[in-house]
T-cell receptor, first 115, second 110 residues
Framework: NAGVTQTPKFQVLKTGQSMTLQCAQD?????MYWYRQDPGMGLRLIYY???????DKGEVPNGYNVSRLNKREFSLRLESAAPSQTSVYFC??????????????FGDGTRLSIL | QKEVEQNSGPLSVPEGAIASLNCTYS??????FFWYRQYSGKSPELIMS????GDKEDGRFTAQLNKASQYVSLLIRDSQPSDSATYLC??????????FGKGTTLSVSS
């Protein structure tokens, strides 16, 4: 049982390059999320998808785009990477979305460095 | 802005002691609360959830919720060096995704 799978695990980009982070879950969850985690800042929500076909902005959406490709997959795209986007990115999923009692389950993360 | 607040620590306790981790939240509409453990370099792992006022016990862990005071806590009994990690408190508020605190770092010395 893989749970939430993120690819790649590590990536180094140059400023201005573009990149898509991939996330897939095999738990038949309806909701999926992208977070970034920086030292001292905790987990900050970038975008989320409460259900297939919907996406909403989180706390820090600038510089990112997302696609909910199907129920299993939710990708995060950096169109023009900036050093401020150096971070650890986590994808998560939950059975239901907002306000529910269902916790989120996290992938292993992608460690992204922008030079 | 809806917030979840935690003392960043570090909280240092000797092996075998009780570790007490605290969390406050700003939105009275919050309905569900979760504690995650995150080891250095790893992803957050769910350890407890609580929805009603009072205590909920699971092994060495006890979560406590007081909605009137907007306060959530996690007690770890018989703390072990393997409990050394960052503990994240999160609340599930109507109309939003989980809101996370910045985490409290726990260090258990042997």
């Amino acid at each position: 049982n893989a749970g939430v799978t993120q690819t790649p695990k590590f990536q180094v980009l140059k400023t201005g390059q573009s990149m898509t982070l991939q996330c897939a879950q095999d738990m038949n969850h309806n909701s999926m999320y992208w977070y970034r985690q920086d030292p001292g800042m905790g987990l900050r929500l970038i975008y989320y998808s409460a259900s297939e076909g919907t996406t909403d902005k989180g706390e820090v959406p600038n510089g990112y785009n997302v696609s909910r490709l199907n129920k299993r997959e939710f990708s995060l795209r950096l169109e023009s990477a900036a050093p401020s986007q150096t971070s650890v990115y986590f994808c998560a999923s939950s059975i239901t979305g907002t306000g529910g009692r269902q916790p989120q389950h996290f992938g292993d993360g992608t460690r992204l460095s922008i030079l | 802005q809806k917030e979840v607040e935690q003392n960043s620590g570090p909280l240092s306790v000797p092996e075998g002691a009780i570790a007490s981790l605290n969390c406050t939240y700003s939105d009275r509409g919050s309905q569900s609360f979760f504690w995650y453990r995150q080891y250095s370099g790893k992803s957050p792992e769910l350890i407890m959830s609580i929805y009603s006022n009072g205590d909920k016990e699971d092994g060495r862990f006890t979560a406590q919720l007081n909605k009137a005071s907007q306060y959530v806590s996690l007690l770890i009994r018989d703390s072990q060096p393997s409990d050394s990690a960052t503990y994240l408190c999160a609340s599930n508020q109507a109309g939003t995704a989980l809101i996370f605190g910045k985490g409290t770092t726990l260090s258990v010395s042997s």
